[in-house]
């Protein structure tokens, strides 16, 4: 009796190695399915990995797939093998997809291939425009449905700077210090039933034009969507100003024009600098 009871547990040890084994070959097999995909013919914006501050924008396909409707996704331009990309064009794609086991480090888990195009239609006035010079405020093009009230800055936009550059709120809520990051957040203020809520890079605050009080300039600098530093709105000699010569409780006041992707501005936002 015994001797039949050490097999059974025997035998129910190897069926359960046997089932994690098949379990564990499963898991190390790529998944390939063809599926339906949608490409907008609006642009997206991306960034790199490493770009962690999002200070270098990176045009991309928007794409939504099949079984996940409603999901607009950011894809490179050379993603989908096989597929060139043409802006003003909207898409409908049979693609092959393969999710990877085992994908390379620092890479997506999926790939995409292209069995055929569906549907190619031309869309109008989605062509980026020319790149001209800004010298005034005049000069700044704004997109189409522009200026709309899209974001706001946090906490009312008020800060305060001592003379040893340390950055904080006007309530006293302490930034990091501005030679290490110090940020001008962003706040999407536009109802989520607005439909320009999630539209496309047309729309999202991608760079920033300075208006500066202390300088007829009007400089480019990058966003994040979410954020805009602090050192690349006032230059070093303007903080070097403020530190140094600006007079206790006397305030800066700047301004802002959100842009998109193609540079066209978004919306005018403003905010004040006070030096404590």
Not at 24 to 48: F, R
Not at 176 to 205: C, M, T
Request: net charge negative; hydrophobic share 35%.
């Amino acid at each position: 009796m015994k001797i039949i009871k050490i097999w059974r547990l025997a035998f129910a040890v190897l069926a359960a190695f046997s089932l994690a084994s098949c379990s564990s070959d499963d898991d190390d097999k790529d998944i390939t399915n063809e599926i339906n995909m949608s490409v907008s013919a609006e642009p997206g914006v991306m960034y790199d990995l490493f770009d962690s501050w999002g200070e270098h924008p990176i045009e991309c396909m928007r794409v939504m797939t099949q079984d996940e409707p409603g999901q607009w996704q950011n894809l490179h331009f050379s993603d989908i093998k096989g597929f060139t990309y043409e802006r003003g064009h909207e898409y409908e794609l049979r693609v092959k997809r393969t999710i990877l086991a085992n994908p390379p480090q620092d890479a997506s888990n999926r790939t995409y291939e292209l069995v055929r195009i569906l549907a190619d239609k031309k869309v109008e006035d989605v062509a980026e425009p020319l790149e001209k010079v800004i010298k005034s405020e005049a000069d700044i093009e704004y997109e189409q449905q522009c200026p709309i009230e899209k974001y706001a800055i946090a906490k009312g936009g008020e800060y305060l700077v001592d003379s040893d550059g340390k950055v904080t709120y006007a309530d006293g809520t302490p930034t990091p210090e501005f030679d290490k990051h110090a940020r001008i957040y962003l706040e999407n203020i536009l109802d989520k039933s607005h439909p320009l809520w999630q539209a496309g890079a047309r729309y999202q605050a991608t760079y920033a034009y300075v208006l500066s009080p202390l300088t007829d300039e009007i400089r480019l600098v990058p966003s994040n969507r979410s954020a805009v530093l602090f050192k690349n709105i006032l230059t070093e000699s303007e903080m070097a100003y403020v530190q140094q010569s600006m007079p206790q409780g006397e305030t800066l006041h700047y301004a802002l024009i959100l842009a998109n992707v193609y540079k066209r501005g978004i919306q005018k936002v403003e905010f004040t600098i006070k030096k404590k």
